[in-house]
């Protein structure tokens, strides 16, 4: 889903930088007021953090013979609200752009749009149905992570695909190509990442009493 | 409060080794990135495309490359065992003195 370092035209990255600072802001904020006023919460917030950086380090083998890498940003969407994830994406994007050549500054914007502001997004309203349906945290958790990650791969494909319309299909026709190019390869990567952040939120969550000081199960706290 | 259990989070961890695993072991490929497919693609559709920016600093080599990759996650991996050493550390001591001062139980 990382957009190189040059492979959008100016206008594009202005566009994108500009819809997405405002994201960054409130989520920076938001940041702000979760470390004041639940101090307790710092260390399941760095968690959700160190998460999204392990996992969009790791480039997993795919049915398609070829290699991409989750996001991680559900977990931190669905415990903390995906503004919060909007700083904690842009972070490891800066850091995969700086040190690793992966991504780029002038295509940050797009990038974060599409991992750190699309993906939560998604995996937040899709957990908040699944939970609505009644069903389980662990399932809704599940959806969320694993839809989030393909709504991120969804994204770029329409960045990319606003840029590069082709000549003869259009921009349909331009984002069947990018999201043919990602689409397969990411599906049991997203069903990967799904069970992981169920297995992690389950090891934060098991022994305390993280879920309902966040608000996420109507409990009491003792 | 816990929202899988044991024996459920062992299978979505075999769920996963399975899911990487099986592709490599039965579909044959050249296994690069999908993100270096995606530029491919641009440069299919635009031949001849000249990125007009370049990252201000690329690793010099593919170790050290992969050395940063493997250190992001290293970090990444360090922060979450000592969040959850930390967490289930205060569980066992809370646990430890709830036991060692009986008189705090409620009756």
Redesign the interface.
């Known amino acids: ?7 959008l ?2 206008t594009h990255c202005i566009f994108w930088g500009a819809i997405s600072a405002p994201f960054v802001i409130q989520g920076g904020r938001k940041l702000q007021r979760i470390m004041r006023d639940q101090p307790q919460m710092r ?2 917030l ?2 959700s ?20 890498h989750p996001t991680g940003t559900g977990l931190g969407a669905v415990l903390f609200g995906p503004p919060v994830m909007a700083v904690l994406g842009a972070i490891v994007l800066l ?8 991504g ?3 295509t940050l914007g797009a990038n974060i749009f599409s991992m750190a502001i699309v993906g939560p997004w998604v995996s937040y309203f899709l957990y908040r149905l699944c939970r609505t349906m009644g069903l ?3 399932v809704g ?1 599940f959806v969320g992570a694993a839809f989030g990650d393909l709504a991120t791969y969804l994204t ?1 494909s329409v960045e ?1 695909a606003a840029a ?1 319309p ?2 003869a299909s259009g921009y349909v026709g ?1 984002f069947l ?2 999201f043919g ?2 689409a397969m ?2 599906v ?2 997203a ?2 990442e799904g ?2 952040t ?15 000081e966040l608000g996420l ?1 109507r ?1 009491q706290m003792s | ?4 259990s044991r024996r ?2 062992i299978l ?2 075999l ?2 080794v399975v ?2 695993v ?3 072991v039965f ?9 270096d ?3 491919a ?2 440069e ?3 031949p001849g ?1 000249k ?9 010099p080599s593919p170790e050290i ?1 992969s050395l ?3 250190l ?2 290293g ?6 065992g000592y ?2 050493g ?3 550390g205060a ?1 066992s001591a809370r646990d430890a003195q709830k036991k060692s001062t009986p008189g705090n139980v409620a009756h």
């Open positions: 889903m990382h957009i190189m370092e040059g492979f035209p100016a260390l399941t760095a968690a953090g160190a998460f999204t950086f392990v996992l969009s380090a790791l480039k997993m083998p795919s049915v398609t013979g070829s290699c991409s850091f995969q752009a700086l040190l690793l050549a992966h780029g500054l002038t389980s945290i662990a958790v770029t990319l590069y082709d000549a331009a190509k990018f190019v990602f390869t990411q049991p990567l069903i990967a069970f992981l169920v297995v992690v939120m389950n090891a934060l969550s098991s022994k305390t009493h993280v879920l309902e199960v409990g | 409060m816990i929202i899988s459920t989070n979505l961890l769920g996963v899911l990487v099986v592709p490599l579909i044959k490929g050249e296994y690069g990135g999908s993100d497919q995606g530029t693609a641009i299919a559709l635009r495309y990125p007009w920016f370049t990252p201000i600093w690329v690793p490359e940063l990759f493997a992001q996650a970090l990444g991996a360090g922060v979450i969040v959850l930390r967490i289930h569980v």
